[in-house]
């Protein structure tokens, strides 16, 4: 239980030092393609194009936050919220898959 407490708790560190050293640099190359499909295809994303800052933003829209022009960048409980709620959709897509495969 802690091991996955903590490597979601580095993938929250290192996605927040991406986000802010290389924001323009393609989420293609950084994230893990499941997941890139799976955030992409809820939130009608273009994945070849989609950014590290986007990617960032659209997690923590995930976990709530509206994005207005003034406000900044997201709060870590907002990210949190955010990635834990993808990692649900995540396990229901390849979930689903998989189950889609073995019984068509």
């Not at 050293?21 to 950084?30: I, N, T, V």
């Not at 893990?32 to 992409?40: A, G, I, K, N, R």
């Not at 995930?62 to 406000?71: S, Y």
């Amino acid at each position: 239980m802690y091991f996955v407490f903590e490597h979601q708790l580095l993938e929250l560190l290192a996605l927040a030092r991406l986000a802010r050293l290389r924001p323009d640099a393609l989420a293609a190359h950084h994230i893990d393609p499941t997941v890139l499909t799976v955030l992409c295809t809820m939130r009608r994303l273009e994945p070849t194009t989609l950014t590290v800052r986007d990617y960032w933003r659209a997690v923590a829209r995930i976990g709530r936050f509206l994005g207005r022009t003034r406000d900044g960048d997201p709060g870590w409980k907002t990210l949190w919220q955010g990635l834990m709620e993808l990692e649900h959709w995540v396990l229901a897509w390849v979930n689903g898959y998989e189950n889609g495969r073995k019984s068509g």
